[in-house]
């Protein structure tokens, strides 16, 4: 079995899964398509910048926004091109049996034990220490984009920022908050935060082996989106036994204690001994067992 894995190359979360995949299953991946005996888009969305798809193709649907019909447009529209999908949690599975007759595998995502480095008190001293951050902050995190890419100061919806932001401001008013940012256009939190007079630190583009260290400066970490594949800071927290908390999306049912999950954040408590629990199924390399199962599987079935 040999799988042709195409990157959307777009400096996003899913060319370093592309990365890391094809790093540690070298023995059943192939650089030329014409030498494959299947094609995995982790990214669905890229699947029109093929002219010619002659074996059969995986195509990976993260998350649907319900709000967003030209992402349910796209699906169909391309559907006759997938031979099967693969769905990263049960929500996302759920909303693509309505668009689709095709097979639909759920595997989650994985953490590479080779990207993240465990986090030591010594570790978390230094990074508060390095940016400045004193011991009577507290310091809630948020690393992922939340403004549209066509404006900048309109929020993604999708990604909850406006549900974050009533959540610091909400949390401001009893202890000394500082929000640690990171990710491209965050426009919508700044803003707010500045009008709510709340303290932030905002990193840009931090460097993928430097995000241990920005985790290391965190009290909490708040995912605060309203649809997600993951997101991957479920799975990085975890691991990293960082504090943690989430709406109900993505993965956060599979990692996170019940107590830890709530619409609303202010009821929602973190738990480090669950998540860490927890994310020991989703560690590499027995993680990437149930991909490539997947495949066999499919292959299997097509002949």
């Given at each position: 079995?040999?799988?042709?894995?195409?990157s959307p190359k777009e400096s996003w979360?899913?060319?370093?899964?592309?990365?890391?995949?094809?790093?540690?299953?070298?023995?059943?991946?192939?650089?030329?398509?014409?030498?494959?005996?299947?094609?995995?888009?982790?990214?669905?969305?890229?699947?029109?910048?093929?002219?010619?798809?002659?074996?059969?193709?995986?195509?990976?649907?993260?998350?649907?926004?319900?709000?967003?019909?030209?992402?349910?447009?796209?699906?169909?529209?391309?559907?006759?091109?997938?031979?099967?999908?693969?769905?990263?949690?049960?929500?996302?599975?759920?909303?693509?049996?309505?668009?689709?007759?095709?097979?639909?595998?759920?595997?989650?995502?994985?953490?590479?034990?080779?990207?993240?480095?465990?986090?030591?008190?010594?570790?978390?001293?230094?990074?508060?220490?390095?940016?400045?951050?004193?011991?009577?902050?507290?310091?809630?995190?948020?690393?992922?984009?939340?403004?549209?890419?066509?404006?900048?100061?309109?929020?993604?919806?999708?990604?909850?920022?406006?549900?974050?932001?009533?959540?610091?401001?909400?949390?401001?008013?009893?202890?000394?908050?500082?929000?640690?940012?990171?990710?491209?256009?965050?426009?919508?939190?700044?803003?707010?935060?500045?009008?709510?007079?709340?303290?932030?630190?905002?990193?840009?583009?931090?460097?993928?082996?430097?995000?241990?260290?920005?985790?290391?400066?965190?009290?909490?970490?708040?995912?605060?989106?309203?649809?997600?594949?993951?997101?991957?800071?479920?799975?990085?927290?975890?691991?990293?036994?960082?504090?943690?908390?989430?709406?109900?999306?993505?993965l956060a049912e599979n990692i996170l204690?019940?107590?830890?999950?709530?619409?609303?954040?202010?009821?929602?408590?973190?738990?480090?001994?669950?998540?860490?629990?927890?994310?020991?199924n989703f560690i590499t390399p027995h993680?990437?067992?149930?991909?490539?199962?997947?495949?066999?599987?499919?292959?299997?079935?097509?002949?």
């Amino acid at each position: 079995m040999k799988i042709w894995l195409h990157s959307p190359k777009e400096s996003w979360i899913v060319d370093r899964l592309v990365s890391e995949f094809v790093n540690d299953n070298s023995d059943i991946i192939t650089q030329y398509q014409s030498n494959a005996d299947l094609i995995w888009f982790m990214a669905g969305w890229c699947i029109d910048q093929l002219q010619k798809i002659s074996i059969p193709v995986v195509s990976t649907i993260h998350h649907i926004v319900e709000d967003k019909s030209s992402q349910r447009e796209h699906i169909l529209k391309h559907d006759h091109l997938v031979s099967a999908y693969h769905v990263p949690n049960e929500r996302t599975q759920n909303q693509l049996q309505k668009l689709t007759k095709k097979p639909i595998i759920t595997v989650p995502y994985w953490i590479d034990t080779k990207t993240w480095s465990k986090i030591t008190q010594i570790d978390r001293e230094l990074a508060r220490n390095s940016l400045g951050i004193d011991t009577t902050q507290y310091v809630i995190g948020s690393f992922q984009r939340d403004s549209e890419g066509f404006d900048n100061n309109i929020p993604k919806l999708e990604k909850g920022p406006d549900i974050f932001c009533d959540y610091v401001e909400n949390i401001a008013k009893q202890k000394n908050v500082l929000v640690l940012l990171s990710g491209y256009r965050r426009n919508y939190v700044m803003n707010r935060l500045k009008q709510a007079n709340i303290k932030f630190i905002y990193l840009e583009q931090v460097p993928q082996l430097s995000m241990s260290w920005l985790y290391a400066a965190l009290d909490l970490y708040v995912v605060s989106s309203r649809c997600e594949g993951g997101p991957q800071a479920l799975l990085e927290c975890a691991y990293l036994e960082v504090p943690i908390i989430s709406t109900p999306v993505g993965l956060a049912e599979n990692i996170l204690d019940s107590k830890s999950i709530n619409i609303d954040l202010t009821k929602a408590v973190p738990n480090i001994e669950t998540a860490s629990y927890k994310i020991q199924n989703f560690i590499t390399p027995h993680a990437y067992l149930e991909y490539r199962n997947m495949f066999t599987k499919i292959l299997g079935e097509l002949k």
